[in-house]
Protein backbone atom coordinates (compact mmCIF):
# COMPACT_ATOMS: atom_id res chain seq x y z
CA UNK A 1 0.00 0.00 0.00
CA UNK A 2 1.26 3.38 -0.60
CA UNK A 3 2.44 5.64 1.85
CA UNK A 4 -0.25 8.54 2.32
CA UNK A 5 0.50 12.05 0.91
CA UNK A 6 -0.74 13.80 3.99
CA UNK A 7 1.09 12.23 7.15
CA UNK A 8 0.26 12.46 10.18
CA UNK A 9 3.47 14.52 10.92
CA UNK A 10 3.02 16.49 8.06
CA UNK A 11 -0.17 17.76 9.34
CA UNK A 12 0.83 18.08 13.30
CA UNK A 13 3.59 20.57 11.59
CA UNK A 14 1.14 22.55 9.61
CA UNK A 15 -1.23 22.66 12.43
CA UNK A 16 2.26 24.32 14.37
CA UNK A 17 2.59 26.68 11.79
CA UNK A 18 -0.26 29.12 13.14
CA UNK A 19 2.03 29.91 15.64
CA UNK A 20 3.70 32.08 12.98
CA UNK A 21 3.51 36.11 13.30
CA UNK A 22 4.63 39.10 11.43
CA UNK A 23 7.72 40.90 13.07
CA UNK A 24 6.87 44.47 14.00
CA UNK A 25 9.54 45.69 13.03
CA UNK A 26 11.59 43.82 10.47
CA UNK A 27 14.99 44.91 8.70
CA UNK A 28 13.76 42.97 5.24
CA UNK A 29 10.19 41.49 4.26
CA UNK A 30 9.39 39.62 1.19
CA UNK A 31 6.36 37.99 0.09
CA UNK A 32 6.31 35.14 -2.83
CA UNK A 33 3.70 33.16 -4.57
CA UNK A 34 4.04 29.70 -6.12
CA UNK A 35 2.40 29.69 -9.72
CA UNK A 36 1.46 26.61 -9.74
CA UNK A 37 -0.42 26.33 -6.23
CA UNK A 38 -1.27 29.67 -5.21
CA UNK A 39 0.31 29.46 -2.76
CA UNK A 40 1.79 32.35 -0.71
CA UNK A 41 4.34 33.05 2.16
CA UNK A 42 5.39 36.82 3.52
CA UNK A 43 8.42 36.31 5.52
CA UNK A 44 9.99 39.38 7.82
CA UNK A 45 13.59 39.17 9.58
CA UNK A 46 15.77 40.83 11.31
CA UNK A 47 19.38 39.88 10.41
CA UNK A 48 22.68 41.03 12.48
CA UNK A 49 25.89 42.85 11.28
CA UNK A 50 27.51 39.67 9.72
CA UNK A 51 24.05 39.16 8.12
CA UNK A 52 23.07 36.31 10.39
CA UNK A 53 19.37 35.79 10.59
CA UNK A 54 18.65 37.03 14.30
CA UNK A 55 14.52 36.78 14.04
CA UNK A 56 12.19 34.93 11.81
CA UNK A 57 8.28 35.68 11.50
CA UNK A 58 5.41 35.95 8.61
CA UNK A 59 2.46 34.86 7.47
CA UNK A 60 1.65 31.43 5.23
CA UNK A 61 -1.35 31.08 2.90
CA UNK A 62 -0.68 27.74 1.83
CA UNK A 63 -1.78 23.71 1.92
CA UNK A 64 -0.55 21.90 4.66
CA UNK A 65 2.67 21.01 2.65
CA UNK A 66 3.76 24.92 2.73
CA UNK A 67 2.56 24.98 6.02
CA UNK A 68 4.70 21.90 7.42
CA UNK A 69 7.43 23.41 5.80
CA UNK A 70 6.75 26.58 7.04
CA UNK A 71 6.78 25.18 10.66
CA UNK A 72 10.51 23.91 9.98
CA UNK A 73 11.80 27.14 9.13
CA UNK A 74 10.63 29.10 11.65
CA UNK A 75 12.41 25.87 13.69
CA UNK A 76 15.66 26.11 12.05
CA UNK A 77 16.28 29.26 10.23
CA UNK A 78 17.92 31.22 13.31
CA UNK A 79 21.61 32.30 13.17
CA UNK A 80 21.42 31.33 9.34
CA UNK A 81 22.57 33.31 6.38
CA UNK A 82 20.82 33.83 2.66
CA UNK A 83 23.93 31.88 1.43
CA UNK A 84 22.62 28.97 4.71
CA UNK A 85 19.40 29.28 3.94
CA UNK A 86 19.60 28.93 -0.12
CA UNK A 87 22.19 25.72 0.67
CA UNK A 88 19.15 24.13 2.63
CA UNK A 89 17.10 25.20 -0.14
CA UNK A 90 19.19 23.46 -2.89
CA UNK A 91 19.51 20.65 -0.80
CA UNK A 92 15.56 20.16 -0.16
CA UNK A 93 15.37 20.41 -3.97
CA UNK A 94 17.73 17.52 -4.41
CA UNK A 95 15.90 15.90 -1.99
CA UNK A 96 12.51 16.14 -3.36
CA UNK A 97 13.81 15.40 -7.18
CA UNK A 98 15.34 12.40 -5.93
CA UNK A 99 18.88 13.25 -6.87
CA UNK A 100 19.62 13.12 -3.66
CA UNK A 101 18.27 10.76 -0.17
CA UNK A 102 19.22 12.87 2.36
CA UNK A 103 17.47 16.11 3.38
CA UNK A 104 19.50 19.15 4.05
CA UNK A 105 18.00 19.59 8.20
CA UNK A 106 16.49 15.73 9.42
CA UNK A 107 13.07 17.42 9.77
CA UNK A 108 12.36 17.90 6.03
CA UNK A 109 12.66 14.24 5.14
CA UNK A 110 9.36 14.17 6.86
CA UNK A 111 8.63 15.00 2.79
CA UNK A 112 9.60 11.92 1.91
CA UNK A 113 5.95 10.91 0.60
CA UNK A 114 5.71 14.24 -1.05
CA UNK A 115 9.14 13.62 -3.70
CA UNK A 116 7.08 11.82 -6.12
CA UNK A 117 4.72 14.53 -6.33
CA UNK A 118 6.71 17.14 -8.09
CA UNK A 119 3.35 19.75 -8.04
CA UNK A 120 3.71 19.70 -4.56
CA UNK A 121 7.41 20.51 -4.20
CA UNK A 122 6.89 24.41 -4.90
CA UNK A 123 4.81 24.92 -2.31
CA UNK A 124 7.54 23.14 0.48
CA UNK A 125 9.76 25.40 -1.12
CA UNK A 126 8.21 28.30 -0.84
CA UNK A 127 9.27 29.36 2.90
CA UNK A 128 12.69 29.11 1.58
CA UNK A 129 12.25 31.08 -1.26
CA UNK A 130 10.20 34.12 0.77
CA UNK A 131 13.08 33.93 3.75
CA UNK A 132 15.98 34.18 1.17
CA UNK A 133 14.42 37.68 -0.78
CA UNK A 134 13.59 38.82 3.12
CA UNK A 135 17.34 38.27 3.94
CA UNK A 136 18.41 39.87 1.34
CA UNK A 137 15.94 42.75 1.21
CA UNK A 138 17.24 43.61 4.76
CA UNK A 139 20.80 44.20 3.52
Known amino acids: MAEPLYTRDILRLAAESAM ?3 LTEA ?3 AERRSPVCGSRMVADVTI ?3 GRLVSFGGA ?3 CAMGQASATLMMRHVAGSTA ?3 K ?3 DGLMAY ?3 VSDHAPWPELSVFAPVRSKPARHAAILLPFDATIAAIEAAR
Open 96 to 98: LDG
Open 27 to 29: DGT
Open 83 to 85: SDV
Open 87 to 89: AAR
Open 60 to 62: VHA
Open 20 to 22: LAR
Open 48 to 50: DGE
